[in-house]
Structures are given as C-alpha cells and as structure tokens.
C-alpha cells in the first residue's frame, strides 16, 4: 500500500470523525475537483484555449463545492456569483500585467530540464500564467465568500428589522476579519511552495538582488499578489451581491420597514 493512499484512507478518517456527514460530503467534493482539474490539463494539451478551460472549470469547481455541501440557497448563489464576478476582474487586472512582466515561459535557472522536453506543445505560456494564479486563488475566494454569505444569512434570518444598508455593512466587516488571516494563509502556501527554490538560490550565492530579479522568483510574487488582489475584491463583491439576493422579492418584509420608518 503506497504512502499517499494511507494518508488519503487517514485523510478520510478524520473528516468523518470531526465532521460527520458534512466531512464526508467534503471529502468526495475533494476528489470529484480533484478529478475536474485533471480533466481541465487533458482538454488544455489537446488544444483548447486553457484560459476559457480554466474559467469552466472554476464555475464547475464552485458549483460543486458550494452546492454539494451547503445545499442550493440564496447564500450559495450569492457566493458562486461573488467567485466568478472575482475570476473574470481578476484576469481583466493581471492580464496584460502578466504579459508585460514576461513571467511566462521558464527561466535560465531551468535550461537543463527544458534540454530533455518537447519545444512543439502548442501551448501560450502567458495564459498558462493566468490558470496558474486562478487555480490557485480559486479555494481561497470560495472560503471567504461563503463565510461572509454565510454570516450574512444568519444576521438577516435573525433579525427581521435590519435594513439592507446594514446588513452591507455587516458583511464588510466580517469580511475585514477574514482578510488578514487568508492573505497570510495565500502567502505561506506560496513560501511553502517555493521555499526549496529560496534555498537553492543562496546555495549558488545569488545575491538579494539577483534573487528579485529572477523570473522564477518573479513569477511567484506575481501570483502572490494577483491571489491578494483577489481576496480583497471578493470582500465587498460578495457583501453587496449577497445584500441585494437576500433582500430580493421579499414585499411583506419590506413593507413591514418601511411602516417601521
């Protein structure tokens, strides 16, 4: 039996014995978008524009990791809507700035590995950038859109006289509270990732200098702060939709502030 299967059976365990039913259902949420991406790379290598893939492919992501597990309500719609409205600003910000750093592609730093695979995959390394830091952004926004929608829910379904303006405000706030803690969480799981690359480069003796400018180095700070610009916008993005669905098509409600004002 192979060390990643005993950690996934260990993985499993323990999302049933903390969570229950709702563990469970995280679990094969878990595999079935685990299943999806993988689905994604093979539709990308066969020629499909990789930025429309990848843009499916996060709604589909979305859907099924929101839907699933928190069941079909005004506060899983607020949040899928909140995730795409993020996804598609967030390309439309980074884009041209990601062609324009000329991040895309490998470096010097991998000329050895580059020797020993194929020049001809028909493959736009500038898009294969903008998936890169969408994939990567995309479990951080879900969190934090569903914890502010969701927050916001039990705020509206327990007091019948707050005010839409209120409730905005409300959701901001909350979101203000999560912000400092999924920035760090985006940074460390960036560092963590990179941390072998820190290393290899003081082995060399590159100077701090060097460092900042090597396309390799360059490249992760750049999805750093893409993922940062996202987490940011998805605060008063999911505050403002998850207000207006929340108050949609409730007359009675309404009339009753109004007679209250």
Same mark, same amino acid.
Request: glycine share 6%; with cysteine; net charge positive.
């Given at each position: ?11 499993? +365990? ?15 949420? #878990? ?11 093979? &539709? ?6 990789? %930025?429309?893939?990848? &843009? ?31 996804? %598609? ?13 000329? &991040? ?30 969408? &994939?990567?952004? %995309?479990?951080?926004?879900?969190? +934090?859109? =569903? ?31 999560? %912000? ?30 060097? =460092? ?12 750093? #702060? ?36």
């Amino acid at each position: 039996m192979s060390v990643p299967f005993v950690l996934l059976i260990i993985l499993f +365990v323990l999302m049933i014995a903390v969570g229950g039913k709702r563990g469970a259902k995280s679990f094969f949420t #878990l595999i079935v978008n685990f299943v999806t991406l993988f689905i994604m790379l093979g &539709i990308m290598t066969i020629g499909v524009d990789p %930025l429309k893939v990848t &843009i499916i492919g996060c709604i589909i992501i979305t859907s099924i990791t929101l839907f699933y597990i928190n069941g079909f309500s005004k506060k899983t719609v607020s949040s899928l809507l909140s995730v795409i409205i993020v996804v %598609l600003i967030n390309i439309i910000l980074t884009f041209k700035m990601a062609t324009a750093a000329k &991040i895309q592609g490998f470096s010097w730093e991998q000329a050895e590995s580059i020797s020993a695979m194929s020049a001809y995959i028909q493959l736009n390394f500038s898009t294969i950038v903008m998936c890169e830091i969408l &994939i990567g952004l %995309l479990g951080a926004i879900i969190d +934090v859109s =569903i914890s502010i929608s969701s927050s916001m829910n039990e705020l509206f379904n327990n007091n019948s006289s707050i005010t839409k303006k209120a409730l905005l405000k409300s959701g901001i706030n909350i979101g203000k509270d999560i %912000l400092g803690t999924m920035t760090n969480t985006l940074l460390f799981a960036y560092i963590g990732g990179f941390m072998t690359l820190i290393i290899w480069f003081y082995d060399l003796h590159y100077s701090a200098l060097d =460092i900042l400018n090597a396309k390799v180095f360059c490249a992760e700070v750049f999805q750093i #702060l893409s993922s940062g610009i996202g987490i940011i916008l998805i605060i008063p993005i999911t505050a403002m939709i998850t207000s207006k669905i929340l108050f949609f098509k409730f007359p009675a409600r309404k009339a009753h502030l109004k007679a209250k004002t």
